[in-house]
C-alpha cells in the first residue's frame, strides 16, 4: 500500500539554523500539505501545496517557513532561522485532489537547542 | 467547517467493540465526518469518512445520525493496538483543504 514517507525521523539543531525537512507524497496525489504538533498539544495546519504553489496558509506559516517541490517526488519545508518554539512534530500529508482524504507520513520531530 | 465535540476519554475492554460518539450539530450539508486516529506521536492514520449513510471498511464503522447531528465510530474488536487518540473532524470536500483538528478521544483498550 503507498504511503507518504519523511526524513529525518528527528532532527536536531541550534536556534538560528536552517532545516529542511524532506517528504515524498504518494506517487499520483496532487496536493500536499504540511502540519506540526507541539508536544502535548494539538496538530495544526502549516500550509497546502498545489502545483508548484502555496494554495492556503495558516497564521504560523510566516516568513521564516517555505515550501517546495524540487523535482517529481519530494515535497520540503524550508525554516530559514529556527527558534527554540519551531521545536515540534511535522507532519507531511498529501491526497490526491482537493477536499479528498489526506494521508499523513510518519513525521519528523525537530528539537532546537 | 463545523466544530465536533468528543468525550476526552474513553476505556474499552479487549475484544470488545469501542463506540467513540462525536457531535457536530451545526453541520451543515456539504461536509463530511472524518475519522482520524493517532497512536502515540505518529502520524494521525485515517480510518474512515462519510456524508450521511453508514460507512463500513476493513479498519471500522461509521453510524451517523439521520439528522447527521452526531456519529458513531465503532471498532468492532478492540484490541491493544487500538490505544490511541481519536479525530472526529468534520470537512467540506471543495473549497476549504485543511483537516482541523480538535483533542480527540483517548481511547485505552484494557486488557
Known amino acids: 500500500e503507498p504511503e507518504v514517507t519523511q526524513t529525518p525521523s528527528h532532527q536536531v539543531t541550534q536556534m538560528g539554523q536552517e532545516v529542511i525537512l524532506r517528504c515524498v507524497p504518494i506517487?499520483?496525489?496532487?496536493?500536499f500539505y504540511w502540519y506540526r504538533q507541539i508536544l502535548g498539544q494539538k496538530v495544526e495546519f502549516l500550509v497546502s501545496?498545489?502545483?508548484?504553489?502555496?494554495?492556503?496558509k495558516s497564521e504560523i506559516f510566516d516568513d521564516q517557513f517555505s515550501v517546495e517541490r524540487p523535482d517529481g517526488s519530494n515535497f520540503t519545508l524550508k525554516i530559514r532561522s529556527t527558534k527554540l518554539e519551531d521545536s515540534a512534530m511535522y507532519f507531511c500529508?498529501?491526497?490526491?485532489?482537493?477536499?479528498?482524504?489526506?494521508?499523513f507520513g510518519p513525521g519528523t520531530r525537530l528539537t532546537v537547542l | 467547517d463545523a466544530k465536533t465535540t468528543q468525550p476526552p476519554s474513553m476505556d474499552c475492554a479487549e475484544g470488545r467493540a469501542a463506540n467513540l460518539p462525536c457531535n457536530h450539530s451545526t453541520i451543515s450539508g456539504n461536509e463530511y465526518v472524518y475519522w482520524y486516529r493517532q497512536i502515540h506521536s505518529q502520524g494521525p492514520q485515517y480510518i474512515i469518512h462519510g456524508l450521511k449513510n453508514n460507512e463500513t471498511n476493513e479498519m471500522a464503522s461509521l453510524i451517523i445520525t439521520e439528522d447527521r447531528k452526531s456519529s458513531t465510530l465503532i471498532l468492532p474488536h478492540a484490541t491493544l493496538r487500538d490505544t490511541a487518540v481519536y479525530y472526529c473532524?468534520?470537512?467540506?470536500?471543495?473549497?476549504?483543504?485543511?483537516?482541523?483538528f480538535g483533542t480527540g478521544t483517548r481511547l485505552t483498550i484494557i486488557p
Open positions: 473532524i468534520a470537512l467540506t470536500n471543495f473549497g476549504n483543504e485543511k483537516l482541523t
Open positions: 506517487s499520483n496525489h496532487l496536493y
Open positions: 501545496f498545489y502545483n508548484n504553489e502555496i494554495s492556503e
Open positions: 500529508a498529501s491526497s490526491v485532489d482537493r477536499g479528498n482524504t489526506q494521508y
